[in-house]
């Protein structure tokens, strides 16, 4: 049987040995998504110079202004397109990387609830007479606190929905406009 001291340092030994790994998980999560971050922008960056070099010479070998012109509107549509499917490439990195995020601290805060109910229950088998009250008390307080998490958890990942939802059909809206606009240039 162990003491109520000794259980309360070992449970803040493991709790500081998750918050270790948390931070770990986070940034290992965090630095894939700059990876893929940096892998976007670079082939991005890559094939906006080989366009921008084979649209500039095109431009350059036109005959007439017509022709230069007609060049620069086709020039425009596809580009548009790019940049658009890039923000949502973008958005989506975004959004992956927020969720393995989410994932994750919520897999720790509900083993580190597991933990402090177990010590909690524990320590109520080793109380002295008449503590039951004060057991029952920081029970309740922290079922409490565990059901204002999950509130605001759900919370934040209503709006996050919400967020991603009205980009996307933002996106959607300005690659619509985008296309009416190029095809009434086109006539």
Sequence with gaps: MTTLTEQFSAATKANFEAQIALF??????TFDGVEKLIDL???ATKSSLEETQ????????????????SLSSAHAQPTVEKGLAYGRHLAGIFSS???????????QIAEANRKVIS?????????????EQAITFVKTAFGNLNAGYEQFSKSAKQ???ALESNVSNA???L??????????SKK
């Design 159 to 161: 709006a996050t929905e």
């Design 119 to 131: 010590l909690i229950d524990e320590a109520s088998k080793t109380a002295p007479a008449g503590s």
């Design 175 to 184: 690659s619509q406009a985008t296309v009416k606009a190029a095809s009434r």
């Design 24 to 29: 770990s998980q986070f940034a290992s999560k």
């Design 54 to 69: 084979d649209a500039a010479h095109k431009l350059f070998s036109a005959k007439d202004a017509q022709e230069f012109f």
């Design 41 to 43: 922008n670079l082939k």
């Design 171 to 173: 996106v959607e809206q």
């Design 97 to 107: 990387t927020q969720a393995e995020l989410t994932k994750t601290a919520e897999g």
